[in-house]
């Protein structure tokens, strides 16, 4: 095809662009244009970024304070970006809605990140870092985006280092790997399970200097509420303070929007409470492409859920798979024993079994179905739930598999286990009251991460010009399935080293037209919102937002989780559309709007989950194949792997708000390699 | 279980406050501390009543956001978050009393929150190493002694809580500050920084009005992260230091 | 905050070992007070070794209480409202009654110059100068009275629980308690000094009140 060619000038694509033959999503979208990305790099793969770091323009350092940034998100990739970019001398004003930029939930990660810093001599390269990224990404990943994402790995290790991450290390004083689902070479760092939380750090301290240093200004507890655009660029926001309850805009050159994910959807997830989708979905609103929405992250190694009440799901750090092993009795009537008691030839070690080569360490969303494929065979452990099947009725499951440290312990002894994985294996048994090592951990899947949001080009810059989408909010690096260690070094490589140089391109034709609150569409998007509060605030309703959200969750999991089906997500659209209804006519928000309320903060997050949830079911019935965390039901082999459709879905689906009533518009961009070719994912 | 629950409830800063008394019953010892609030505050909104605020975010005890005083230990009777504390630790028919951290430095905002960004702005008194992005040298050319970065992680692991001011009768925030002055005083990396960064954090730290440290080790037994008073006394060695070579 | 303290403790432990001279007889006991003002002579004037220490226990003194009224000001004003229920967790009882503990020993210290040092009353009654010019006496025909020595065990009570937290203070607040097993060292120092101290001072009265001394 003419397009591809014109964006791979002298490279030989490897594959085609693919055609559509399905259609299951019929009357639910409408078909809009090819979306191309118009700053997609050309050449060598290992020269692009080089190339076009140096074919960006530069703002002279002079100019620099008169340029404003707006940061909304203050975790990786937003705390390294203000940070970053405050050092350069440009104005920041930095969001968050907790009470410190140092809370954002990149401080949960636990496993590591990865660098290919090749330390262990064990073959690793940039290339193979991009390889295992695209392909674990189940090739719908942009190559050009991941090779850089590689390329400006070690740079991130570096960073961290002279901040003084304390990272874990060898006896020799040396930096230490290990190794993370999905690969097979060392090269993931990490300190202890508390790796975001020590990058996390490095970053908001780097950002408070400059808080000190008069360069970045920090409003925390403020949540955006809206996107400000003056002409079609993004010149601003409207936030929430959340404190005083006042409706605040504040204006900008360029808006960039490092909000995290939007896993919350699920009501269960191991997010934070406080994720949302809300800064995303305004923009969306506004016009920017939400891309690959229905592509959702399910972990294997979770705390399963112990009843009604639950308000989140804690994740144990997928770093136990390589010690842990993972099984479930092979008879079902085991399945209430002590595990301890049942022999080994009675332990169904079903990833062993099925994955031989990769065993434990298979990917993630291979992992979470196989256990989910054993609970529902009757052979999940742990306390019975109830659980709400289809036809209304409930019936009891257990819903849980083993990931058993025993032979960890005996072979390393408990020291050296403790050492590595003291801190989560406290937080187990906090939880669930019971000693992980004694009695093997119990562990089920739950949703962790989104790859799907904004549609971002080469530059991160959304089809929105001036807005600006890095780290988990937008869409870029992982295509359909992220890798273990991947998203800590994505919001790095976007916060300290994409972002400042391809925002200074941008910049370099500003300052723009000065604008003051009085312009007519700062006044707009004010009274939108305001409106918007008012209207939450007058339904008094009969119905809590907390049940509102939970019964979402409940349609998403069981509709749009890790199994999805043609007839299961049109119910599930279906669903949604009257919980909209119902949200909009029934909710209750007690208290005032002009004070802190919490019950208003969570109202507006919900309302946009709802719109979201019912795009991700349409982008999910759209795709009728399975890709990485995307399993279609109707898309498996014989033996129920993953069955991929590149001659029809080797694209990005980039979704454009159609309007209150009207149908989203679908804007495919083709996904064409040149430096590496589609092949069929096997962990065999 | 059932539970009578002795609340703080201040509608604003500037509101007068008080306790207010709910009865609680269907808590399951599953339930997370914060889960049972939010079981209260679903029958509070229920009744039409406005939910009791109060601070969460991570729920798996590493952001910090949560706080609470409960029965009159920060975060409860076990050594770990209140987000991290489960209804096993209290029985059938127990009295709970909640209230929020008290100090002078963390005003209450509403309810059970309270403003900790005090302790930002110690951090930006020199809780941090000058590195600008892109000028770092190759991370392995300065190796650190692997007990050396231990100890630094251990004093990282602090979550900015403000547990240790919470229970300190002299509301001192020693003990945030020794770990983080601990963890950059033990790199190689912190060095050249080493003593401004104690003179202007306890600088800050004075002028926020914290109180001062008489050691008396309330704050390392409510510290989730049992972050230790080597901290503090880390902190004491390198002021005498810095004050020694007039920094 | 330390400075001053260490300082207190230097003087207790050696005012103590004078003290225990009383058990050595008048006669050695009085020489020992007489030796202490004539020391250093002719260097210094008489009384002039007295009247350094003197200096600097009055300049520790100011700066002692001095910092902890700052120290007590700063904590009032950081928590203006109290908790309804507070548990202390880990702290000691001693650590917790620096302040009424220090108090007790200010209001006991000016007792105890008026009885010995400044005006030396004689708290028997007796007030001829056979009594009060010679300590030794003095000394004995004050705690005969039982609650002369009353007075002066609790005093002792106090600076044995000022002197276990004290100690243990004063060396985390110079730097010197870095890791586990300092801390460990720190607290038996603590016990050791205020054990060694406030024992040594209360076995003096206590032979006078039973008679092991006259
Ligand atoms: C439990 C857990 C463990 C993980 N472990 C790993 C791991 O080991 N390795 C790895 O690579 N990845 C891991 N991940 C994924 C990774 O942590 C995240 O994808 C990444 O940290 C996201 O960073 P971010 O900067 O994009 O967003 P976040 O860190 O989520 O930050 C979002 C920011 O946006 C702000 N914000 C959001 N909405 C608004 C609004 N409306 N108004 C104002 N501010 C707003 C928030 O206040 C916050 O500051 C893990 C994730 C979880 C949940
Ligand atoms: C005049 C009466 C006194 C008062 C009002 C007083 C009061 C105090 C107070 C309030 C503290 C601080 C609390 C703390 O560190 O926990 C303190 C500390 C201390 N005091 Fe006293 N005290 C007095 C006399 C003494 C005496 C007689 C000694 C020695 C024998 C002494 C030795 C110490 C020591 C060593 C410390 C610890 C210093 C530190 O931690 O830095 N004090 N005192
Ligand atoms: S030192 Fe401990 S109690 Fe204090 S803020 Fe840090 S984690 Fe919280
Ligand atoms: S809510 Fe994050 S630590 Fe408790």
Redo the contacts with the bound molecule.
């Keep these: 095809m003419a397009d591809t060619t014109t964006y791979y000038p002298g490279l030989e694509p490897t594959n085609e662009p693919s055609v559509q033959t399905s259609d299951d999503a019929a009357g639910y979208y409408t078909l809009g244009d090819k979306l191309v990305d118009p700053k997609a790099p050309t050449g060598q793969i290992e020269q692009r970024w080089t190339t076009r770091k140096f074919e960006n323009r530069l703002v002279n350092p002079a100019n620099r304070r008169k340029l404003d940034i707006i940061i909304v998100g203050t975790g990786l990739a937003g705390g390294a970006a203000a940070a970053t970019l405050g050092e350069a001398g440009y104005n920041v004003k930095s969001f968050c809605y907790q009470d410190s930029p140092r809370r954002a939930h990149s401080i949960a990660a636990q496993g590591g990140i990865n660098a290919s810093k090749n330390y262990k001599s064990d073959g690793d390269s940039d290339y193979r870092l991009f390889y295992d990224t695209v392909k674990g990404g189940d090739f719908r990943a942009r190559e050009s985006n991941v090779y850089r994402l590689a390329e400006v790995s070690t740079n991130i290790i570096d960073q961290c280092v002279a901040q003084g991450v304390p990272f874990a290390r060898e006896y020799g004083g040396l930096l230490d790997n290990r190794s993370f689902g999905g690969v097979l070479v060392s090269r993931t760092f990490y300190a202890r399970g508390q790796t975001g939380q020590q990058l996390l750090l490095g970053a908001y301290q780097a950002m408070e200097r400059q808080v000190a240093a008069g360069t970045v200004e920090a409003f925390t507890r403020h949540e955006m509420l809206d996107l400000i655009l003056v002409d079609g660029r993004a010149r601003g926001i409207v936030a929430r303070n959340m404190v005083t309850g006042e409706i605040e805009t504040h204006l900008a050159d360029v808006v960039v929007l490092a909000t995290g994910g939007y896993g919350n959807v699920f009501y269960l997830s191991t997010n934070a409470m406080g994720s949302n989708v809300m800064a995303a979905w305004r923009a969306h609103r506004k016009g920017a492409y939400m891309a690959n929405p229905c592509y959702t992250q399910i972990h294997p190694t979770c705390i399963p859920v112990t009843g009604a009440h639950q308000s989140k799901l804690t994740l144990m750090s997928e770093s136990l798979r390589n010690d842990g092993r993972v099984w479930v009795p092979k008879k079902a009537e085991d399945c209430d024993k002590d595990p301890r008691d049942i022999p080994v030839e009675d332990r169904d070690y079903f990833l062993e079994r099925m994955y031989p080569s990769y065993g434990n360490l298979v990917t993630r969303d291979i992992a979470s179905r196989a256990a989910k494929y054993m609970c529902d065979d009757g052979r999940g452990v742990g306390p019975q739930v109830e659980e709400k099947q289809k036809d209304g009725t409930t019936t009891l499951m257990r819903r849980g598999v083993y990931l058993d440290l025993a032979d960890a312990i005996a072979r390393l002894g408990r020291d050296k286990v403790e050492e590595k994985y003291d801190n989560l294996l406290d937080m187990y048994q906090r939880i669930t009251g019971e000693d992980p090592y004694q009695v093997p951990m119990r562990i089920y899947p739950a949703v962790h991460y989104v790859m799907g949001g904004l549609w971002v080009d080469y530059e991160l810059q959304s089809n929105i010009t001036g807005l600006f989408v890095t780290g988990e909010a937008n869409f870029s690096d992982h295509g359909a399935n992220r890798l273990g260690a991947s998203a800590l070094m994505q919001g790095l490589a976007d916060g300290y080293f994409v972002l400042p140089n391809t925002i200074a391109d941008y910049l370099a034709d500003g300052p723009f037209e000065k604008l003051d609150d009085s312009h007519p569409a700062v006044q707009e998007a004010l009274t939108s919102v305001t409106e918007r509060v008012d209207q939450l605030m007058s339904i008094n309703g009969e119905r809590s937002v907390e049940s509102i959200h939970k019964e979402l969750g409940h349609i998403m999991w069981e509709y749009c989780g890790m199994e999805r089906t043609k007839e299961g997500l049109t119910e599930a659209i279906g669903l949604i559309r009257e919980l909209k209804k119902e949200f909009w006519t029934n909710v209750k928000v007690l208290g005032s709007a002009d004070s802190l309320n919490q019950d208003l903060e969570k109202a507006n997050r919900v309302a946009d989950f709802i719109e979201l949830g019912e795009l991700m079911c349409i982008d999910a019935l759209n795709r009728r194949e399975s890709c990485g965390g995307h399993f279609r039901g109707e898309s498996q082999t014989e033996d129920g792997e993953a069955l991929r459709h590149d001659d029809e879905f080797a694209y990005v689906a980039a979704w454009e708000w159609g309007g209150e009533d009207g149908s989203p518009v679908l804007h495919k961009e083709d996904l064409i390699y040149t430096a590496t070719k589609m092949k069929a994912r096997s962990y065999k | 279980m059932n539970l009578t629950l002795k609340i703080w409830r201040q509608a604003s800063s500037s509101a007068p406050g008080g306790i207010h008394t709910y009865q609680l019953g269907g808590v399951s010892e599953d339930m997370s501390f914060l889960e049972m609030l939010d079981l209260l505050n679903e029958e509070l909104v229920t009744k039409g009543e406005e939910p009791v605020a109060f601070d969460s975010d991570c729920r798996e005890g590493i952001c910090g956001m949560c706080s609470l005083m409960i029965n009159g230990q920060a975060h409860g009777p076990e050594v770990t978050t209140t987000c991290q504390l489960h209804m096993r630790s209290f029985k059938d028919g127990d009295t709970i009393t909640i209230e929020p951290w008290r100090a002078s430095t963390f005003p209450v905002i509403k309810d059970l929150i309270v403003d900790r960004s005090a302790f930002d702005r110690i951090i930006q008194s020199g809780g941090y190493i000058s590195a600008n992005t892109g000028s770092a040298p190759e991370a392995n050319s300065v190796p650190a002694p692997r007990d050396k970065a231990m100890h630094a992680f251990n004093a990282a692991t602090c979550i900015g809580c403000g547990a240790c001011v919470a229970a300190c009768p002299n509301g001192s925030a020693s003990l945030f500050m020794g770990a983080k002055i601990t963890h950059l005083g033990d790199l190689p990396q912190g060095q050249p920084e080493r003593y401004s960064r104690v003179v202007g954090m306890v600088a800050q730290h004075d002028h926020e009005g914290f109180g001062g440290c ?3 080790g309330e704050c390392t037994a409510a510290c989730p992260k049992g972050i230790p008073l080597d901290v503090i006394s880390q902190l004491n060695k390198d002021l005498r230091t810095a004050m020694v070579h007039g920094f | ?2 400075a ?3 300082v ?2 230097l ?2 432990l050696v005012h103590m070992y004078g003290n225990l001279k009383a058990f050595s007889g008048e006669v050695a006991f009085n020489e020992y007070a007489h030796h202490l003002r004539i020391f250093g002579e002719p260097m210094l004037p008489e009384n002039g070794l007295l009247w350094i220490i003197r200096i600097v226990l009055l300049v520790s ?1 100011v700066a ?2 001095g ?2 009224v700052a ?2 000001r700063r904590a009032r004003a950081q928590r203006p409202v109290k908790y309804q229920v507070k548990r202390n967790n880990a702290s000691s009882l001693s ?1 917790r009654t ?2 009424w ?3 007790t ?2 209001v006991f ?1 000016i007792w105890h110059l008026l009885n010995f040092t400044i005006v030396k009353i004689n708290p028997a009654g007796d007030q001829s100068a056979d009594i009060t010019e010679n300590p030794y006496r003095l000394m004995v025909s004050s705690f005969d009275l039982w609650w002369m020595t009353l007075i002066y065990l609790v005093a002792m009570l106090a ?1 044995g629980f ?2 276990h ?3 243990y ?2 060396l ?2 110079l730097g010197w308690v870095n890791s586990a097993s300092a801390r460990a060292k720190a607290k038996i120092a603590g016990w050791v000094i205020a054990i060694v ?1 406030a024992g040594g001072f209360s076995l003096v009265p206590l032979a006078v009140l039973f008679g092991v001394i006259d």
């Design positions: 008489t050691n008396i | 905050m330390a001053s303290g260490i207190f403790v003087f207790v003194l002692h209480v910092s902890a120290l007590m650590s620096m302040r503990g220090g108090l020993l200010f210290l600076l000022h002197l937290h004290g100690t203070s004063a985390q607040t101290i």
